[in-house]
């Protein structure tokens, strides 16, 4: 477990701002403590300083896991944002969308979210920007891409892709084998 390197946290905190913004700094200067992100066997941890300070006892081998793991890295660089960062994220998110009932299990299934399946998106959404979706009772179900502005989706047809599918809650049943 080491920390980032400059390379990986500007990768970890660009993908970050597209989905909470300057909340980054809320994220890290916690009530509760100071938290820090380190990496270990290409996967970003989010974790407590205390829990990390305790956790130099053991060795590299014999860690397999501290704290709540927010990504990954690529074998080329780039950072994969994990389902598991969802419930830190989505309470400091800046974009919102909301879904009808009947979209919520299309979604679940990995896939994209359509203008028929929209309930609700925030106000100044732009195109291409990181969005947290939610269903009609506030639960966050996943994140995504919006394909369309707020402006666009008042416009365009039903059938019509307003949020590319990033990651949803239905991954932990999906990919249960290959989530460590």
Known sequence: MRPLTEEEARALFEKLAKYIGENIKLLLERSDGNYVFRYHKDKVYYVSEEIMRRATNFGRKELVSLGSMFGKFSKTGKFKLH??????????????????????????????????????????TDKYDGVIVYNMN???LGF??????????????????VVFHQADIGEYLRAESTMS
Not at 89 to 110: C, H, M, T
Not at 148 to 155: F, Q, V, Y
């Open 138 to 140: 506030d639960l966050p």
């Open 144 to 161: 995504g891409v919006s394909a369309k502005s707020t402006a666009e989706c008042k416009t365009i047809d039903p059938n019509a892709i």
């Open 83 to 124: 389902i598991t960062a969802l419930d830190f994220i989505s309470s400091y998110a800046k974009q919102k969308v909301w879904l009808k009932p009947g979209a919520e299990q299309q979604f679940l299934y990995g896939n994209n979210v359509t203008k028929a399946g929209l309930g609700r998106i925030s106000a100044g």
